[in-house]
């Protein structure tokens, strides 16, 4: 047999992986859709994939459990996409970080953060309100301790431009903040 016959052809998932990517982009989507308007206790793994067009082992192969669901929503309502870039090398930081002036770094971030707010709002509130329920309670006590990470950040970047008044603390930027 000739070697052409049994020679194998290199597989190419890059449509498929441009297939899972839309999909899952349109989980997150409808996710958010029904967790803003229904609540995370209303919203179900089976609502989301049939709201979805997709089945729900799908959603949970992406996404392991609810708790993961909303979380992931949360995610991608904070950066405005689903690129795996992580906050601190994102553009907004970058360009925040490199601006001279205090108060215009103060009022980008305050842009920022009134956007950020819009789109991440009803999410947070639909978890808040669900924090009996412990998959939602964890969830809530890692978005609240990721914020609390970004605002230190950002008062340890204010500190260190020395842009904080005499007297006032990294802790204390970060909790007006």
Same mark, same amino acid.
């Given at each position: 047999?000739?070697?052409?016959?049994?020679?194998?052809?290199?597989?190419?998932? %890059?449509?498929?992986?441009?297939?899972?990517?839309?999909? =899952?982009?349109?989980?997150?989507?409808?996710?958010?859709?029904?967790?803003?308007?229904?609540?995370?206790? &209303?919203?179900?793994?089976?609502? !989301?994939?049939?709201?979805? $067009?997709?089945?729900?082992? %799908?959603?949970?192969?992406?996404?392991?459990?609810?708790?993961?669901?909303?979380?992931?929503?949360?995610?991608?309502?904070? !950066?405005?996409? #689903?690129?795996?870039?992580?906050?601190?090398?994102?553009?907004?930081?970058?360009? %925040?970080?490199?601006?001279? #002036?205090?108060?215009?770094?103060?009022?980008?971030?305050? #842009?920022?953060?009134?956007?950020?707010?819009?789109?991440? $709002?009803? !999410? *947070? *509130? &639909?978890?808040?309100?669900?924090?009996?329920?412990? $998959?939602? &309670?964890?969830?809530?006590?890692?978005?609240?301790?990721?914020? *609390?990470?970004?605002?230190?950040?950002? &008062?340890?970047?204010?500190?260190?431009?020395?842009?904080? =008044?005499?007297?006032?603390?990294?802790? $204390?930027?970060?909790?007006?903040?």
């Amino acid at each position: 047999m000739s070697e052409d016959v049994n020679r194998r052809r290199s597989y190419n998932s %890059t449509r498929r992986q441009e297939q899972a990517r839309a999909t =899952r982009r349109n989980v997150i989507a409808t996710a958010h859709r029904l967790f803003a308007a229904d609540g995370y206790a &209303a919203t179900t793994v089976a609502s !989301v994939a049939a709201a979805a $067009g997709v089945s729900v082992e %799908t959603v949970y192969k992406a996404f392991g459990n609810k708790p993961g669901l909303v979380k992931a929503v949360f995610d991608v309502a904070v !950066v405005g996409d #689903d690129e795996a870039v992580p906050m601190m090398q994102r553009e907004f930081v970058r360009r %925040t970080s490199a601006e001279p #002036d205090p108060r215009k770094k103060l009022e980008g971030y305050g #842009d920022h953060v009134a956007e950020v707010g819009a789109r991440t $709002g009803p !999410v *947070l *509130l &639909a978890v808040r309100a669900a924090a009996a329920d412990p $998959g939602a &309670a964890e969830v809530w006590a890692q978005l609240q301790g990721e914020r *609390l990470t970004g605002m230190t950040a950002f &008062a340890g970047h204010l500190h260190d431009g020395g842009f904080l =008044r005499a007297g006032v603390s990294v802790d $204390g930027a970060r909790d007006v903040l």
